[in-house]
């Protein structure tokens, strides 16, 4: 098949290399670069859904994105010898609240026995022994063994490479709009005209939303800023990642900590603020007092794809033949995209999703 992918994020490249491996003839449509936004200025964190904490499909599917993200640590190496900084990197979730902390206890004591890997509840003394440097306002935390970080940059970068060197092609344009004729796809307009493709996968995070409402398909993803802020910070590196509230801090393969992060509703303006700046530092500092003597490095902002429920939209029966969208991935967006773009891969061509992806069609927004 001939197939016209816009968006060149994760998601987007993602599918693209699945389609390659399949034999598929792949034109990709980013009017930017790759990983220009939210793909290129993630955290790129992979944790596990902690048993009951989010819906079973979700977490489900996030298991076998996880999966996914393994494997493609050796097969994008061997096709490309590119390195995604991929590494096992435990974490813990912190809590300074008695209530909060109750929740997650009872969470974790609930699903228990569902753990296929090295989960725990820690009190202050022995998170402590992880990093001494943790507040003392810290009353406990859940770790997370099973969890990882890569640079999704260098992910969403190899993705394409890969199908690129199968065939793939990408076009440095926008497009202004999908294409059909009657009740079927026959490609993208583009400032040269039309290409014309057997389908179209519209992965272009929080900008698929304009071009779909034009053909009368109401999408619900709506842009979410995200700030992160980079220190150089003393040493040593924190060796787990710790997370709290929508919060968090990291010691990243380029040697900076890492700390953010915002949510902001606040359109498709992708500006950082010295606001989001001053909040996430304060944040970070409450947490690991040592911050404070950090030197400030860097400051990005990115546009996530959020839907209603914060859960993606993974669906190729949205009235047009053809048509397959593939978005709103929202912050979890890196440690879905493997996921989402085999099961976009597989829907282009009509067959049944390797992953469950029942529950991410838009009927449920209906």
């Known amino acids: 098949m001939k197939v016209a992918i816009i968006g060149g994020g994760v998601a987007g490249c993602a599918t693209a290399y699945y389609l390659l491996k399949n034999g598929h003839e792949v034109t990709l449509f980013e009017r930017d670069s790759l990983a220009s936004h939210a793909s290129g200025f993630a955290l790129g964190g992979i944790n596990p859904v902690i048993p009951g904490a989010r819906e079973p499909e979700y977490k489900a599917f996030s298991d076998y994105s996880i999966d996914l993200h393994t494997r493609l640590v050796q097969e994008l190496a061997g096709a490309v010898g590119g390195d ?3 590494v096992r990197k435990p974490s813990v979730k912190l809590v300074r609240d008695e209530v909060e902390a109750a929740e997650l206890r009872l969470v974790y004591e609930a699903h228990a026995a569902e753990f296929g890997y090295d989960m725990r509840w820690l009190g202050l003394g022995e998170l402590g022994h992880i990093d001494a440097r943790i507040s003392t306002d810290v009353i406990g935390g859940l770790y997370i063994g099973e969890a990882f970080e890569l640079d999704p940059y260098k992910l969403t970068l190899s993705l394409w490479q890969a199908a690129e060197s199968r065939g793939a092609q990408m076009v440095n344009q926008e497009v202004s709009e999908i294409s059909v004729t009657g009740n079927r796809v026959t490609g993208v307009v583009i400032k ?24 009368g398909i109401d999408v619900p993803v709506s842009p979410l800023r995200g700030q992160i802020i980079r220190l150089d910070a003393p040493s040593p590196p924190m060796k787990l990642s710790l997370s709290w509230d929508h919060d968090y801090a990291t010691t990243k393969s380029d040697g900076l900590t890492w700390v953010g992060t915002t949510e902001e509703e606040v359109g498709f303006d992708d500006r950082t603020t010295d606001e989001g700046r001053d ?7 409450s947490i690991l007092p040592y911050l404070e003597d950090a030197e400030f490095v860097q400051q990005t902002a990115c546009l996530r794809p959020m839907t209603p429920d914060k859960m993606p939209i993974i ?52």
């Open 315 to 366: 669906d190729g029966s949205v009235g047009i033949e053809g048509l397959v969208v593939a978005t709103g991935g929202g912050r979890q967006g890196i440690a879905l995209g493997p996921a989402m773009g085999i099961a976009a891969a597989a829907l282009v061509v009509g067959e049944d999703s390797p992953v469950d992806v029942s529950g991410f069609s838009m009927t449920r927004f209906a």
């Open 192 to 215: 040269d005209g039309v290409f014309e493709a057997d389908a179209v996968v519209a992965a272009a995070g929080p900008w698929s939303g304009g071009l779909l409402n034009a053909l």
């Open 279 to 285: 909040r996430i530092i304060a944040s970070a500092v």
């Open 84 to 86: 995604i900084n991929f």
